[in-house]
């Protein structure tokens, strides 16, 4: 594989002959999305994906998201200190879409995207009436990243303890919970490219002893 194209992002991704597109989403994809539900400390409902996000932690679990300037989501986190993550699923996936428009502050974003809001148990954001899982969770930490320079970048990354679980009971089998019975959506790259989970993506490999 010596033939391999290569370019330094920080020179942008044009250094490769007709790559117009930058490809660095398309090839860490699928992405699952951070589905994320806040209150401003008005009480306005706030709603975004975000799909810089994933689990870091087993126990206690934790989840982070990245967002790529100080959004209304991170606002409301920051001031509030618990969040609620919407699992998006393919019959949610025009509604998660309408809840990424960028609106005021003051817009109720359940409402925007058509979406019932149900309390959460532990924490006061709503959940996602509609998507069969949510975590409820609280804010542990903000990183602002940075580059190898150390110079700071408009980008925050928020973790968060999840400290509430909801499941669909249709989603779990024999005691486990089937991640496809969801039918998840995942985000791909370019403008607009999305995955959705099903059985057949499945193949089952055990650690190393
Ligand atoms: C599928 C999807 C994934 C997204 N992922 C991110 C992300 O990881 N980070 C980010 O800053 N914005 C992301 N966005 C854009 C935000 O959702 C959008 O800026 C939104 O308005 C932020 O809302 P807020 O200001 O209410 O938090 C994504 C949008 C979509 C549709």
Known sequence: MSDLHFYEPRNGHRDVPGLAHDPLNSIVAPRPIGWISTLAADGTRNLAPYSFFTLLNYRPPIVGFASIGWKDSVANITAMGEFVWNLAT????????????????????????????????????????????????????????????????????????????????????????????????????????????????LFKMRRPA
């Open 90 to 201: 393919r019959d949610l996936a025009a509604p998660m879409n309408a809840s990424a428009a960028m609106v005021a502050a003051g817009v109720d974003e359940f409402e925007l995207a058509g979406l019932e809001g149900a309390p959460s148990r532990l924490v006061a954001p709503p959940r996602v009436a509609a998507s069969p899982v949510a975590f409820e969770c609280r804010h542990t930490q903000t990183l602002r990243l940075q580059g190898i320079d150390g110079a700071e970048i408009d980008t925050w990354l928020i973790l968060g303890e999840v400290v509430g679980i909801h499941i669909a009971p249709h989603l779990i089998e024999d005691g486990a919970y089937r991640t496809a019975a969801a039918r998840p959506i995942l985000r791909g790259g370019g403008p607009g490219d999305y995955f959705e989970i099903t059985e057949d993506a």
